[in-house]
């Protein structure tokens, strides 16, 4: 009779510590979600930050084209303006050695719009 009690106590201490440990464990586990469901929600905003920072550049650019392409027809266009002088060379060439605007309107006798025209078209 007492060794059986001696058994049952036995088998209740093992128990309860089996127990306890499962608890120990089930909470660690707990904790480790927690902190993966944190990192995942940090990572979802990063990547939301991402995607709408790469729209906004997107849309950036489709605004940049639309201002850009119609650039080298003007530049023809003004070209073609006065065939005999060579001032549009003249000024694409001071861009390219760096010139500035009010520089480009001063040395070919450009417009401040023509200038900027040429400036924008041809610095590198």
């Known amino acids: 009779m007492i060794v ?68 080298p027809d003007k530049l023809a266009q003004l070209e073609q303006r006065d065939p005999s002088s060579l001032s549009f060379a003249q000024a694409a060439r001071l861009v390219g050695m760096g010139a500035s605007v009010d520089e480009l309107t001063q040395s070919c006798g450009l417009t401040q719009a023509e200038a900027e025209l040429v400036s924008k078209l041809h610095k590198g």
Do not use: C
């Open 4 to 71: 059986l009690a001696v058994l049952w106590v036995a088998t209740l201490a093992l128990f309860l510590s089996y127990t306890r440990n499962q608890r120990q464990i089930a909470a660690e586990q707990a904790e480790g979600d927690a902190l993966r469901d944190q990192r995942i929600k940090e990572l979802a905003k990063r990547v939301d930050h991402y995607q709408n920072g790469t729209v906004r550049m997107g849309e950036d650019l489709h605004e940049l084209r639309a201002v850009v392409a119609p650039l």
